[in-house]
């Protein structure tokens, strides 16, 4: 018979010893379409670059007299406009997320994400137009090339309905106004229309055989406009076929790659797969994943 000491003894666990620490494959894949994000946004100058430069090529006729300089009112909705920029920038910089910022300021992260991800003319042009306005925006650019051939000597009339023949539905007297904008000096440019980081990161990180013909098509505008945003594609792309294929052996070599050309955002993703290297390759490589159990805390 075992001694009372013997049976007080607690038994060892039968636990797996040899068990395979695995990481889920869906955080690596959105931590990376963060990144593309992020990298996208710091890299939307060189599309707007571009956008410009070729609204300028096309232009039909490069000798106009220029329209007057354009400078916006400092009214209180644009200056307010100008300061909530420079502080959500400021958070942005020193790597505050979207949720503290938008704590600290008392915003929505909504609006957050919108002063992140726009452009700073822009934000300014929005709050400076004023609806029915916008009904008019398509056509600005053929307003504003029709003003400077006549030299700003044009009948508002005979504008409005050369616009309507051309699909304008707003009315004569906001036709009138961008004209009174224009001979005055303080009408908003035409800005060249150019995708939004969010959109670009949706061409990216989607199997490119669910992309539209356009969207292959605006997707390499963007990659010839930026070699940037070009190079995080190509490594987005190249990640997200070790996670549908199960090549987690090359996993360490993507990194590799990662860390010596690519964009920062894109760089320090790759050092978080570094610091959990094992874990990750191991989801990138087994059918199972620590995803079920993931579900189940969130749920």
């Known amino acids: 018979m075992p001694g009372p000491r013997q049976r007080l003894q607690p038994r060892r666990p039968r636990g797996g010893p040899d068990a395979i620490e695995t990481a889920d494959r869906f955080h690596p894949l959105q931590n990376l379409s963060a990144a593309v994000e992020k990298t996208c946004h710091q890299h ?21 007299p220029e329209l007057p300089s354009f400078e916006l009112p400092r009214t209180q909705i644009v200056e307010r406009t100008r300061h909530r920029y420079e502080d959500i920038h400021q958070f942005v910089d020193a790597g505050w997320t979207l949720s503290a910022i938008a704590r600290r300021l008392h915003l929505d992260r909504k609006t957050v994400r919108r002063f992140r ?7 300014l042009a929005s709050a400076h137009l004023r609806r029915p306005a916008g009904v008019l ?3 600005k650019a053929y307003l504003n090339t029709r003003f400077a051939e006549a030299g700003g000597q044009v009948s508002g009339s005979r504008l409005f309905l050369e616009l309507q023949a051309r699909g ?15 001979r005055a000096g303080n009408a908003e440019p035409v800005r060249a229309d150019i995708p939004s ?15 539209t013909d356009h969207q292959e ?18 490594l987005a792309r190249v990640f997200h076929d070790l996670v549908r294929h199960r090549r987690g052996h090359l996993l360490l070599e993507w ?21 959990d290297l094992d874990a990750v ?7 199972y994943s620590s995803g079920v159990v993931e579900g189940h805390i969130n749920r």
Do not use: N
Not at 44 to 64: I, N, V
Not at 197 to 211: A, V, Y
Not at 217 to 234: H, K, N, S, W
């Open 168 to 182: 304008y539905r707003g009315s004569r007297q906001v036709v009138r106004k961008h004209l009174a904008a224009l």
């Open 117 to 123: 991800d726009t452009d700073l003319d822009q934000l």
């Open 44 to 64: 939307r100058s060189c599309l707007r670059k571009r956008a410009e430069d070729e609204q300028d090529r096309l232009r039909p006729h490069p000798l106009l």
């Open 197 to 211: 980081p969010r959109k670009i990161t949706g061409w990216i990180m989607r199997p490119r055989d669910t992309l």
């Open 255 to 275: 990194i590799r790659q990662a860390e010596q050309d690519a964009p920062a955002p894109i760089r320090s993703f790759a050092g978080t797969l570094r610091q």
């Open 137 to 139: 925006e398509p056509f």
């Open 217 to 234: 098509e605006q997707l390499l505008q963007v990659r010839l406009a930026c070699p940037g945003t070009a190079r995080a594609c190509d």
């Open 281 to 287: 390759t191991a989801g990138l490589t087994h059918t």
